[in-house]
């Protein structure tokens, strides 16, 4: 099995900051390595898929880099709605997803 | 677009099996256009993949309920469904089915069903 890593397991951000989110595989998933936003008492919504391609109606400022076993979600400038849950999910093998990262806005 | 409406007991004793369906619309499952997935999350917890299941019948599941679930898909009715045996309070979790389209296999999954609270409890 592919074991997902995701750091930090929480932070906190102001509007307006840069924000990254890694995401380490503990095998070489390629680049089928995709990312979630999940807000409380909600289903995950995709927002990157193929590691790197922004899913349709998905804001700009939200982007992800990386191949193989290291992966990165960045967003650019952070909004008040983007205060979520995030996870990655690799499907090279199968399917697994990282723990999470929580984040908050100050 | 495709739609995706989980159903079932939201409560189930430990020992006995959990049942649930998955009624799609938008979309034909006997077309074979789309696979389909189960997804869980327990109270609090993070997601947790089950199986993946096509119409040709490869399906694929999680090794660590791969003795326990079976999985079927009902072309007259439009519905999956997941049956998991022998449930303990572990299993306690909201399940989700979600799908993309055959086409997009491995490029994530854009629709969700709502998710439903299952408890395993006495």
């Known amino acids: 099995d592919i074991q997902m890593t995701q750091s930090p397991f929480s932070l906190s951000a102001s509007v307006g900051d840069r924000v990254t989110i890694t995401c380490r595989a503990s095998?070489?998933?390629?680049?089928?390595l995709n990312w979630y936003q999940q807000k409380p008492g909600k289903a995950p919504k995709l927002l990157i898929y193929?590691?790197?391609s922004l899913q349709r109606g998905v804001p700009s400022r939200f982007s992800g880099s990386g191949s193989g076993t290291d992966f990165t979600l960045t967003i650019s400038s952070l909004q008040p709605e983007d205060s979520a849950t995030y996870y990655c999910q690799q499907t090279y093998s199968t399917c697994s997803f990282g723990q999470g990262t929580k984040l908050d806005i100050k | 677009q495709v739609q995706l409406q989980e159903s079932g007991p939201g409560l189930v004793k430990p020992s006995q099996t959990l049942s649930l369906t998955c009624t799609v619309s938008?979309?034909?499952?006997?077309?074979?256009?789309?696979?389909w997935t189960w997804i869980r999350q327990p109270p609090g917890k993070g997601l947790e993949w089950i199986a993946n299941?096509?119409?040709?019948?490869?399906?694929s599941y999680n090794p660590s309920l791969r003795s326990r679930l079976s999985t079927t898909l009902d072309a007259s009715k439009n519905q999956l469904s997941l049956k998991l045996r022998s449930v303990t309070v572990a299993d306690t979790a909201v399940y989700y089915c979600?799908?993309?389209?055959?086409?997009?296999?491995?490029?994530?999954?854009?629709?969700w069903g709502q998710g439903i609270l299952v408890t395993v409890s006495s």
């Open positions: 938008g979309g034909a499952i006997s077309s074979g256009d789309y696979y």
């Open positions: 299941i096509y119409f040709n019948g490869g399906n």
């Open positions: 095998q070489s998933v390629i680049s089928y």
């Open positions: 979600a799908t993309t389209e055959l086409s997009r296999h491995r490029l994530g999954l854009d629709f």
């Open positions: 193929g590691a790197s």
